[in-house]
DNA sequence: AAGACGGGGAC
DNA sequence: GTCCCAGTCTT
């Protein structure tokens, strides 16, 4: 069996690109500026899921400074939804360095690059080819996986294959037209050589794929075990006159810096108003006096999938009191529910959000 | 090398 | 339900 031929490959490769890419709105600009913010909002980011965002963030944020002088409770705002808000984190970050240090205009050296917060060897790669027009391969999920299949490289897709894909792809990018090269491939990844159901009779490089010679396409790369556990949460909805309670979490780890109303997990063998009781007593001290269901939504993350009970949360009037007096406003705050928008909430908070708006929220305590 | 880190969409 | 996605950072 022959290895695939490069000249071949490249050619095709680039004249379907040419006539099959898709028309999106990072394609239609030239700003290193632009391209960086879809190449990071795309990180295992489906495009449908970014396009409202890219635009919407440009919109915000139209260039580098203007992004640096932003408060980061408004760029995380502007990220609400997208999920791994790290990843608005370290734009940020990188927009203040890239100000202070290069004038507000992105590098266009490697290193400099990859020296940036949330510039990891795709992103940087990514930069330097289709905004600078360097030669660099990029290598992502779709990449790795037309390039598993085309040299026929079993196993899953995983680190271990990295050197081959790499080297290979030293040989195979267009010299000519880099980045055009490097979108051709992750193009074909996600319209040709899906992860699922490849259409392989309408792929320009069928002939050259060692993979659908041997009919082995489908298994490669092996699929990966997951394992989804179930959560039960509960979420107490704090109310002062039109005005409800709100918290931050913790600067690290999950969806850090983002708001959300008091609440937690509930422990094994635990009753769901024994756990909101706890939790509230845990976060803010004080002891709920009476809790009414409000509303229950269901919340899928990768791993696990959450149910948060929500309840009508209601305090005796001197903890209300208490708690009004000794809040602080860095990390709780009272707020109305037209307020809430401006704040950055996970997806399973805005539903709980959503559905207080609707129903004009008004608790029946007497 | 392995795990944390979100969310939505395809099937 | 299951699997995946234009990855990066931390341990």
Known sequence: MTNPESREVRSALL???????????????????????????????????????????????????????????????????????????NMHRAAKEIVRRFGGRLPVEAEA?????????????ALLSI????????IDANVRRVMMRLLEIRGGADSRTEAEIRTALETLI???????????????????????????????????????????????????KTTVTKQEAVVAVIRD???VLIQKR??????AGLWEFPGGKREPGESLRAALAREVREELGVELAAARP?????????????????????????????????????????????ALRRYPLPSGSVKIAEYLQDVDFSPVFP
Request: glycine share 6%; net charge positive.
């Open 131 to 138: 905004a600078a027009g360097r030669p660099i391969p990029v």
């Open 294 to 338: 409000l509303v229950m939504v269901k919340h899928a993350y990768t791993r696990f999938l959450v149910t948060l009970h929500a309840f009508d949360g209601r305090l005796s009037k001197k903890d209300l009191g208490r708690l009004r007096k000794q809040t602080d406003r860095s990390r709780r705050r009272w707020v109305s529910l037209s």
């Open 241 to 243: 006159g039109g005005r």
């Open 113 to 125: 690059l990859r020296a940036l917060p949330g510039f990891g060897p795709y992103t940087t790669a």
């Open 174 to 224: 267009s010299r000519r037209a880099p980045g055009r090269f490097n979108q051709a491939m992750m193009e074909l990844g996600a319209l040709v050589c899906r992860a699922r159901n490849p259409r392989c009779l309408s792929c320009p490089v069928r002939g050259e794929c060692r993979a659908c010679r041997l009919g082995i396409q489908e298994v490669i790369p092996a699929p990966r």
């Open 15 to 89: 004249r379907w690109y040419a006539s099959r890419k898709r028309d999106l709105p990072w394609r239609r600009t030239s700003d290193p500026y632009a391209i960086w913010v879809s190449e990071v909002m795309l990180q295992q980011t489906t495009v449908s899921a970014v396009i409202p965002y890219y635009e919407r963030w440009l919109d915000a944020f139209p260039d580098i400074r203007t992004l640096a002088r932003s408060p980061l409770q408004k760029v995380l705002r502007a990220w609400q939804g997208l999920g791994y808000y790290a990843r608005a984190r």
């Open 250 to 255: 913790p600067p690290a780890g999950l969806l």
